[in-house]
């Protein structure tokens, strides 16, 4: 069972967009060549392909979940204009491969790297990434983490309802607690 399956119209409806300044951090790390080609792994209703428009011109979205491509189609098809490609693939970003010699300058993780078998994702996408391009794997403070008191407040709610440990799907979820600080200094873009 695909953890998503159902879900796609509340990802659409209530999940927030990425930060304008994170995007434009994006913009300023990726090569700059022509047409700048937009590789989003896991785009989920393609809210980061959609603050990243303004930047790339080839832009190729993908996730394992059909509803979820259904809802990124919806997104995006109406923000596009003459000068923008977009391709959505269903795919495992593990198993994903691009056209034949379509290289992409910046691929983006948002929120997705922490599902993925990571070793086995990242020698795929060292298979077609472009030589100078970049990575970009970032997310949110998580609920699960975070301590200000309206969110301690949320999550003991929710634990009164799944219990102590956090689920995800059929499963339970497990934090990675290391971090490597990013070539930027590990800071939070969007606060």
Do not use: K
């Amino acid at each position: 069972m695909n953890t998503f399956a159902g879900t796609s119209a509340y990802y659409r409806r209530f999940r927030p967009g990425i930060p304008v300044a994170l995007a434009a951090l994006h913009d300023r790390a990726a090569p700059t060549d022509s047409p700048r080609r937009l590789l989003d792994i896991g785009t989920g209703p393609g809210l980061v392909v959609q603050a990243l428009l303004p930047y790339f011109d080839d832009l190729l979205a993908v996730d394992a979940e059909p509803g979820m491509l259904t809802e990124a189609e919806a997104t995006l098809r109406p923000a596009l204009d003459g000068a923008h490609r977009l391709q959505l693939r269903h795919a495992l970003a593990e198993d994903f491969l691009p056209p034949e010699g379509w290289q992409p300058h910046l691929v983006t993780c948002g929120r997705v790297f922490h599902w993925l078998n990571q070793p086995r994702f990242l020698d795929r996408l060292s298979e077609y990434m472009a030589p100078e391009g970049v990575v970009a794997v970032f997310s949110d403070r998580s609920l699960w983490t975070a301590d200000n008191p309206w969110q301690q407040a949320a999550r003991e709610a929710a634990q009164d309802f799944i219990g102590e440990q956090r689920r995800a799907g059929d499963g339970a979820f497990t934090v990675l607690t290391a971090r490597r600080p990013s070539a930027h200094g590990g800071r939070d873009v969007g606060r």
